[in-house]
């Protein structure tokens, strides 16, 4: 009798806890997704699919706390995140009229070179889009070869993009302005500055908005070094200051 062997041709579909039924189908269909199984008695599972991998929801456990944002999760590896952040980025505009960054449901922003974005869904679960070569390691702290604000923005990048957590990448540059900043290079203050209004914004906590606006506008910059500050931020139409009806890049 010949043995079986192992054929490294497997499918794994994660199956997450779904809190509710008609906000998950509304909200992955928003994204663009086909729900190819749909049960919700006698007991609760979903199952959707989108270009070339599936996502499956079940009943939840009693006590879960989708606030915590800690339900479930899943790790999609793709070549490349910047398409993929496109089309939803997309369809999410188009199907509510703009893209959700803040609360649940929401999308993460995305910065060229940015190497993941994460889909946080209604009920607290992480769809994390990751490129395959990302680097292993990352520098806490930010990198060692940097130094000042430009370290600084490095290490609020990590928190912001890896960890989803631009609360600390908010705290990071502002200890970090008001420490380096009256040395710093003008770029650099520029960038910091424009990063600054772009996380506040989001977390809507814009009390220093209208300082580092102030203080960015002010700035001496040339064309080139005022476009380079606030490459890889947010579009004009995102970075859009609600109680200024103006943006960053003005």
Not at 23 to 29: A, D, G, P, Q, S
Not at 128 to 148: H, N, Q, T
Not at 170 to 180: D, P, S, Y
């Amino acid at each position: 009798m010949t043995e079986a062997t192992v054929r490294a041709n497997e499918t794994t579909v994660p199956v997450m806890p779904c809190v509710s039924a008609a906000e998950t189908l509304e909200f992955y269909r928003a994204l663009g997704f086909e729900v190819t199984y749909e049960q919700t008695r006698p007991y609760l599972y979903l199952a959707l699919e989108w270009s070339g991998f599936a996502l499956h929801f079940g009943t939840p456990p009693k006590n879960i706390d989708p606030s915590r944002e800690d339900t479930g999760g899943c790790l999609v590896m793709v070549d490349d995140v910047a398409p993929y952040h496109a089309e939803f980025t997309r369809a999410l505009r188009a199907a509510y009229g703009k893209v959700p960054a803040k609360g649940r449901p929401r999308i993460t922003r995305f910065r060229p070179g940015a190497s993941r974005f994460t889909v946080v869904d209604p009920s607290g679960n992480s769809i994390i889009f990751i490129r395959r070569d990302e680097p292993a390691e990352l520098e806490y702290g930010g990198s060692k070869s940097l130094a000042g604000l430009a370290r600084a923005l490095d290490n609020a990048r990590i928190f912001s993009e890896f960890k989803n957590d631009d609360r600390t990448a908010l705290r990071i540059l502002t200890t970090a302005l008001r420490r380096h900043g009256p040395d710093a290079a003008p770029v650099d203050l520029a960038r910091t500055l424009a990063t600054l209004i772009e996380l506040a914004t989001a977390l809507e906590e814009t009390d220093g908005v209208a300082e580092w606006r102030r203080r960015l506008t002010a700035l001496d910059l040339t064309d080139a070094e005022r476009h380079r500050a606030v490459e890889g931020l947010r579009t004009a139409e995102d970075l859009r200051l609600r109680h200024t009806g103006t943006d960053i890049g003005g």
